[in-house]
């Protein structure tokens, strides 16, 4: 059972963070059980799971929905992140040495291959590189409290949309924001390394906000 209740979180969380469902839209147990083809056991606990992760909202008589976002979640956490992950990524500088050096450059190599492919699934794997980059960082300051609050905001609806509304020349710049935090690891450079993941978050709070206005999606307030 534990096994059908996580592969029904992580299919709902896939669509949840990729946009198939909208703020707000309700999640319903039953029609979700005969899409997934298992119990409904499984995706009430599959969405207790989304419910905790703040993905999802659950309210008496109004069931479980996905999470909606105000232009103050937004914010608050592109602010959190600037300030945890900036901590994290000095400490993984200190701690991570050449091996996590490594692996950030080939997590590099593997964005910049595909951004070159591009198509219609650019959107989805950079997003799961980039998670990747962004978890290696985190695994690699040593710090459980630090894990522990990264590990939800790092896969937040609004950090994974933002990889649909962001051109070619965004992509290319936050590439190489991750490729200079990987020059800072291999350094050993932990003050270079925190300056660093606070200009590409700070980046990519503004260029956000810029999209969306771009796009034309008035704020939710």
């Known amino acids: 059972m534990a096994a059908a209740a996580d592969k029904a979180y992580e299919t709902l969380k896939h669509r949840v ?5 909208a703020p707000g839209e309700q999640l319903k147990e039953e029609p979700l059980a005969r899409e997934l083809a298992t119990s409904r056991t499984p995706v009430r606990a599959a969405l207790k799971r989304l419910v905790d992760d703040g993905l999802a909202t659950a309210e008496p008589g109004r069931g479980v929905r996905v999470a909606a976002w105000t232009e103050s979640d937004i ?20 701690r991570g040495g ?5 692996r950030l450059d080939a997590l590099n190599t593997e964005m910049e291959g595909a951004i070159e492919k591009g198509g219609r699934a650019l959107p989805e794997r ?35 949309r933002s990889h649909f509304i962001s051109t070619r020349e965004d992509r290319l710049q936050s590439l190489q924001h991750h490729r200079d935090v990987a020059a800072a690891v291999r350094a050993g450079d932990g003050d270079l390394a925190r300056q660093v ?10 260029r956000f906000r810029r999209r969306r206005e771009e796009l034309g999606k008035p704020p939710t307030r």
Do not use: C, W
Request: glycine letters at 8%; charged letters at 20%; hydrophobic letters at 55%.
């Open 197 to 206: 993941m606070q200009l590409h978050l700070r980046v990519a709070a503004h």
């Open 126 to 160: 950079l997003q799961k590189i980039n998670a990747e980059f962004h978890r290696a960082i985190v695994g690699a300051s040593g710090s459980p409290r630090l894990r522990t609050m990264l590990a939800g905001l790092i896969d937040m609806p609004v950090v994974i």
């Open 75 to 94: 914010e608050e956490t592109f602010a959190l992140r600037g300030l945890l992950e900036a901590h994290a990524a000095e400490l993984a500088a200190r």
């Open 98 to 102: 050449v091996a996590l050096a490594e």
């Open 17 to 21: 963070v990729g946009g198939r469902y």
